[in-house]
Every structure is written in structure tokens, then in C-alpha cells.
């Protein structure tokens, strides 16, 4: 059996340990520090320095596998891809999928999702579920990172709407089109919940919901969500 390495004893007092991880944190400081100076005067500039990057003004272009957020894939008649096998909330380690089935109108399909949820509080972003769909009616190469953004945890529900949305972005804009839909969205929420006159900010019954994927005013409230108990198919 091998013997565990102790610590010597200047390692145990720390002191050095604290002093080299010091050195190590001012180097990079003033190696960048001098090289953004030097760049600001015209020199040496085939040497890089470390930035931060300026979010939400300044992005990253992610890589082609990137998990970003979720989108439901459209036929082309633009009918969801889904066929609610709930294979996706079986195989998901969060259970932030909620899916409930309806008959499907066309007879040689056998169900579709009336309502497709994922809680993105929940979501670790595994990307389980779109290796479990049988039909590949759910990815996640939308290249957005999840929203960090909101007033209560309504707002961290992506509704199948917002989800087939995506996919309708993708087709029409391409790789950049929800990042940019998102940073718009942004914008237009700081614009509504903040108003210079007022010393306070708006509460989320007071906001407006801009997303034209959002539910239509004149259908129905749905009960709200149990998702540790779903409902019984027999009504048990």
C-alpha cells in the first residue's frame, strides 16, 4: 500500500504556498496590464493580452458543440416533430421535462404534445433528452445560453411555443437569430421594469409579455403544474 505524501512543514504553515499563488495572480496582472498600455500606444501588437469579454455588448462565438438551450424540430407543414413517447422526461436526471399527450388530429399520427415544459431552473443542460428522442424532435444547437434573467420562476419556463419558435428562428436566421431575439428581449424588459421617475423597480404582475409564442389571452387557464405526481390517464 502506498504511503499518503505529507506536507512539509513550510507547506503546512501556508506561508509560501499563499505568497507563490500571489505571484503567480500579480504576473498575469502586470503582464496584461502592460501589454493593454503598450497596445494603446501602437506597440507590440502581435502579443495578446487577456480581455473580459463586454457581455451583453460583446459575445463569444460558441463552438458547433455547444449545448445551448432547447428547440422542439418542425415538420414541413410546421406541425411539432414530437410524438410524446415521454422518452425525454423518462431519460432527463432533473425531471424538468413536462409533457402532456393529446390525439393527434392526423390519424396516422398517434399523439403530439398539448403542452411541452422545461423548467430551466432545473435543467442541467446534459443533453440527455436529445440523445433519448427516437425522432429527433427535440436539440439543443440553438447556440443561446440558458436566460439569466427574470423576475420568478414563470419566467424560466420554456412553453412549446418558445420552443418550436426557436426552430422557426433557425430556419429564418440562422445561428445568431435567438441570441439576438434574447438580447432584444433583454433590453426590452430592462426598458419596462425600470423607469428613471421611479426610485423602484416594476413587480411582474405590473410587466407586459412581449414574445409573440405566448399563450393567446382567450384560451384557457390550465391547472397549475404537479410534476412529481402526474395526472392519472384514467382520472385517478
Not at 9 to 16: A, K, P
Not at 19 to 28: E, P
Not at 172 to 181: A, I, L
Request: hydrophobic share 30%; aromatic share 10%.
Amino acid at each position: 500500500m502506498k504511503r499518503t505524501e505529507q506536507m512539509s512543514f513550510w507547506e503546512r504553515l501556508y506561508i509560501l504556498e499563499v505568497l507563490r499563488g500571489l505571484a503567480v495572480t500579480n504576473y498575469h496582472f502586470m503582464r496584461n496590464l502592460s501589454l493593454h498600455i503598450a497596445h494603446a500606444f501602437g506597440f507590440a501588437r502581435n502579443r495578446s493580452a487577456a480581455v473580459t469579454t463586454q457581455y451583453p455588448e460583446q459575445r463569444k462565438t460558441y463552438p458547433e458543440g455547444y449545448r445551448g438551450s432547447h428547440r422542439l424540430t418542425l415538420r414541413e407543414d410546421g406541425t411539432v416533430r414530437c410524438t410524446s413517447c415521454f422518452l425525454c422526461a423518462t431519460a432527463c436526471p432533473a425531471q424538468c421535462i413536462y409533457i402532456e399527450a393529446g390525439e393527434h388530429p392526423d390519424p396516422h399520427v398517434e399523439k403530439f404534445p398539448v403542452r411541452y415544459e422545461i423548467d430551466t431552473l432545473r435543467c442541467i443542460y446534459c443533453g440527455l433528452c436529445v440523445e433519448a428522442c427516437p425522432c429527433d424532435a427535440i436539440r439543443m444547437d440553438t447556440y443561446v445560453h440558458p436566460r439569466i434573467w427574470g423576475f420568478d420562476r414563470r419566467d424560466f419556463v420554456e412553453t412549446k411555443e418558445l420552443l418550436m419558435h426557436r426552430s422557426r428562428v433557425v430556419a429564418e436566421k440562422g445561428r445568431d437569430g435567438n441570441m439576438d431575439e434574447m438580447m432584444e428581449w433583454y433590453a426590452d424588459q430592462a426598458r419596462q421594469v425600470y423607469n428613471p421617475l421611479r426610485g423602484e423597480l416594476r413587480t411582474y404582475s405590473e410587466r407586459e409579455l412581449p414574445q409573440k409564442w405566448e399563450e393567446k389571452p382567450d384560451e384557457p387557464d390550465l391547472p397549475a403544474l404537479d410534476r412529481h405526481h402526474p395526472p392519472h390517464p384514467n382520472g385517478r
